[in-house]
């Protein structure tokens, strides 16, 4: 119960209007350390409570706080602008019962008003390292009395390219601060080296790594033979098996809005685009919409992999085959979230076979493989495999006939020397250069 972890009875009604009742296990295993300040590094996946589970504590510790001074106490460092605007969400709920404010600094977003935002001393400021550090340039945002700094999402932060940034932000703050840092992996030599000089003798804490199985969550692989059958079982897919909520991964824009496209024209779908190339408004425009109503299909770039908390969303579908594993698992993270049920249904093309049996080893589990009676192509998965589940190569076939010889081309016959006359000798120069004289 979260009566047992020591919170202020103004977070215990807040949690009790939201109908939290049980802690998730990150967040029983992480509150109290972090209400006693301890540095965490924790590892766990996306969908198992981890913002609450640095978001209380922060509250807790600034409810204890007497000392009101006038710059953010609080930084959480978020790679996405979506995921940042989750947890500012997130903040708001927790803290509705009490006087404690949050801010966002996101790209995307006027830059003035959010040093306007900033100047009203907010108590926690939730931000995306590019634009935190313009904050910082420019003066509207003061990291001077921050007492906790939070760096969410590590995994993928150091993945877009923020390492330097994050250490950056991490020294214009106080160094006697709480650091936590979460992520969804263990890491790789990036995130020890930001282990390493951002925190102090850190707990760690590993729950869940995001190749933790997912029992709730249906993973299936049905084959494609090109891009065409690819968008018809996908139109096939959405009218027939998702009466709800479905977001279609791609692994570029431009595919992102050609699908966007395709699936418009067919009645009685309503669809949404997200990706990169679109601004704030219009990102933000597109996950309130999709939200709303019962039904309804986001197509979206790997920018919707993580911090989108949709609840009910029924199916996830690859359209493209992701990159690496973890990106698997991000993406079919959105759904089957805190323990609801959900399907995955990936579309493997001939030439992406070799990675979908990389993903499988990698997550140490198979995908169920399916066919739709209805869409069947001509590709129904690789013939022959090798033990690793890759397909095995095609060998050049020996031709049984031998290739005809060629012919010798004949040497020149070489020059024959003039025979010398009898009665004649031949002397060689001194030098050995001249050339020979005849004596008769």
């Known amino acids: 119960m ?10 215990l009604k807040a949690l009790a209007e939201l109908s939290f009742q049980e802690p998730t296990p990150v967040q029983a295993a992480a509150i109290p350390h972090a209400i006693a300040g301890e540095d965490l590094y924790i590892i766990a996946q996306t969908g198992s409570g981890k913002t609450a589970a640095y978001v209380l504590p922060i509250l807790q510790r600034l409810l204890d706080d007497d000392s009101k001074p006038l710059a953010p106490r609080a930084l959480i460092l978020s790679p996405t602008r979506e995921l940042a605007q989750q947890i500012h969400q997130d903040i708001q709920a927790l803290a509705r019962f009490t006087f404690l404010k949050s801010e966002l600094v996101i790209g995307g977003e006027d830059f003035k008003v959010q040093a306007a935002k900033l100047r009203k001393n907010p108590d926690i400021v939730v931000a995306t390292p590019g634009r935190c550090l313009e904050q910082l340039a420019a003066g509207g945002l003061d990291a001077s009395e921050v007492r906790t700094l939070v760096i969410d999402e590590a995994d993928r932060m ?17 160094e006697q601060r709480q650091t936590m840092l979460f992520s ?4 790789n030599a ?9 925190l102090r003798e850190p707990r760690w804490l590993e729950l869940d790594s995001v190749k933790s199985d997912t029992p709730a969550i249906r993973q299936q692989v049905i084959p494609v033979d090109d891009n065409n059958h690819r968008e018809r079982i996908t139109k096939w897919l959405l009218l027939n098996e998702c009466p709800g909520k479905a977001i279609v991964f791609t692994n570029t824009r431009v595919m992102a809005d050609r ?22 408004k219009e990102r933000k425009l597109a996950i309130e919409r999709f939200k709303q109503g019962g039904n309804g299909v986001l197509v979206a770039t790997d920018v919707a992999a993580r911090g989108l908390d949709i609840s009910e969303l029924d199916l996830v579908i690859n359209f493209d085959m992701p990159r690496s594993g973890d990106d698997y698992l991000h993406r079919v993270g959105r759904t089957g979230r805190a323990g609801a049920e959900g399907v995955a249904i990936s579309l493997v093309a001939p030439h992406e076979w070799s990675l979908m049996s990389s993903i499988e080893r990698y997550l140490r589990r198979q995908f169920e493989r399916r066919v739709i009676k209805e869409l069947a192509g001509s590709f129904r998965g690789p013939k ?7 397909p095995v190569g095609a060998k050049k076939k020996k031709d049984d006939k031998k290739k005809p010889k060629r012919p010798k081309t004949p040497k020149p ?10 009665g004649q000798v031949v ?12 004596r008769g």
């Open 184 to 187: 969804a992996t263990t890491g």
């Open 158 to 174: 150091l993945d877009m390219g923020f390492s330097e940034d994050v250490l950056t932000i991490a020294q214009a703050c106080p």
């Open 384 to 390: 022959n495999v090798k033990s690793s589940g890759k």
């Open 259 to 280: 699908l966007n496209g395709v699936l418009r024209a067919v009645e009685g779908l309503r669809v949404y685009v997200l990706h990169g190339e679109k601004d704030q």
């Open 413 to 422: 016959a070489a020059r024959r020397k003039p025979a010398v006359p009898k």
């Open 427 to 438: 002397l060689g120069s001194d030098d050995g250069f001249a050339p020979p004289k005849r």
């Open 190 to 198: 990036g995130i020890r080296r930001i282990v390493e000089q951002v």
């Open 2 to 11: 979260f009566t047992e972890l020591s919170l202020h009875e103004r977070l």
